[in-house]
């Protein structure tokens, strides 16, 4: 599974970004695909779930101003970020994650920069 994420870049706060994921196979093979983050100095985060049932979830910092999304004609996954705080500033990454025989699986695609300045 190949993940490419897109989308980030320098926003002021308050201001919008949306980002996006592009995934190689379809999302219906995947049992969750979710937004993490690395802030500087700081350990990765998992900000958004997108559960295959439809099931969504996000870190209290970002509940009311995030929404995760996707698109399954297109394989896409998107986070769309709202009110944007200097605190929001990170490399996102695109996650997905699936079942297998082993147990879980995660598939990851290099990050994209936010960050959020005025």
């Known amino acids: 599974v190949q993940l490419q994420a897109s989308g980030g870049g320098l926003v002021q706060p308050g201001g919008s970004l949306r980002l996006s994921c592009a995934a190689s196979i379809s999302m219906s093979s995947l049992n969750s695909m979710n937004w993490y983050r690395r802030a500087p100095g700081k350990q990765r985060e998992l900000v958004a779930i997108l559960a295959i049932t439809g099931f969504t979830d996000y870190v209290d910092s970002v509940r009311g101003r995030f929404t995760i999304s996707r698109d399954n004609a297109e394989n896409m996954l998107y986070l769309q970020m709202n009110n944007l705080k200097p605190e929001d500033t990170a490399i996102y990454y695109c996650?997905?994650?699936?079942?297998?025989?082993?147990?879980?699986?995660?598939?990851w695609g290099h990050g994209t920069q936010v960050t959020v300045s005025s």
């Open positions: 996650n997905a994650r699936r079942a297998t025989i082993t147990g879980l699986q995660d598939y």
